[in-house]
């Protein structure tokens, strides 16, 4: 699921992972993106979701009639998504070395996964990935923080409490983050376990930002191209303006290379 973070320590953050995104809606992004993807071109119903964590990033498409086959680096995340989605197709992989998993209709990669890849080459081998999972006439979607992201959510400390389990989140990015900067930030959870002791987990997440003149070229060598840029607004609804200063990510809409330019 990540570069900097390994899949062990991903292992250790799965049981607390539904708590600390309970913030985050998957039913209504789904209910944006979607249509976004039907727009561009996509007609079938199945689903690759990359780096899908605990699965629930596709149980929004699986609920809409998707099949569903998914991946990620952790053994555990995929534990979790399996109680969920007994009936998802799971595999343990890197999404730098995808296996030829099938020929997909929808290829996704959602909660800005593809930033944990610090280097243009792992980036460029995710998407060649991707491609060769993506059937003719297929859409590919993901999203990726900005620098507003960076030089905000990332440069600051923040605590919040779910379920009983305690997040202490520090930001360790410069407000002044340049583009294809390099950003971090340190994650404690504190889980209540009994006779008022806690349990404590420390990870650490690296992420790099990417230009959009950069994905779009990376895209190109993938044998993709970008169909679409949309700006994700605070409450996930989609925009054509994409901008790196207001909005805290972007989704990407791709296809494969023949059939025309990007937006």
Not at 169 to 186: D, F, I, K, V
Not at 225 to 248: F, I, T, Y
Request: hydrophobic share 40%; glycine share 8%; proline share 4%.
């Amino acid at each position: 699921m990540a570069t900097d973070l390994s899949p062990s320590a991903y292992d250790a953050f799965a049981p607390f992972y539904d708590a600390f995104t309970a913030a985050s809606d998957y039913e209504t992004w789904t209910q944006h993106v979607l249509p976004e993807a039907t727009r561009h071109g996509l007609t079938g119903e199945t689903l690759l979701d990359l780096a899908c964590g605990t699965g629930k990033s596709f149980l929004p498409f699986a609920r809409r009639g998707f099949r569903v086959t998914a991946c990620d680096g952790s053994a555990a995340m995929l534990a979790e998504a399996a109680l969920k989605a007994p009936e998802a197709e799971l595999l343990h992989c890197d999404m730098r070395d995808l296996p030829a998993a099938g020929s997909f209709d929808l290829v996704t990669c959602f909660d800005d996964s593809l930033n944990y890849l610090l280097e243009a080459d792992d980036l460029l081998s995710c998407f060649r990935g991707i491609a060769a999972n993506l059937a003719p006439g297929g859409v590919a979607l993901f999203d990726l923080n900005t620098l507003r992201a960076y030089r905000t959510t990332f440069a600051r400390d923040s605590v919040s409490e779910r379920d009983g389990v305690v997040f202490a989140w520090r930001g360790e990015s410069a407000p002044n983050l340049p583009p294809g900067g390099l950003a971090a930030a340190t994650i404690e959870i504190f889980a209540n376990t009994c006779d008022a002791l806690y349990e404590r987990v420390v990870t650490r997440h690296e992420q790099r930002h990417f230009p959009r003149d950069e994905v779009v070229a990376l895209l190109g060598r993938a044998g993709l191209r970008c169909a679409a840029v949309r700006g994700v607004l605070d409450d996930g609804r989609l925009v054509e303006g994409a901008d790196e200063d207001s909005q805290l990510k972007v989704l990407y809409i791709a296809r494969h290379a023949e059939g025309g330019g990007s937006e």
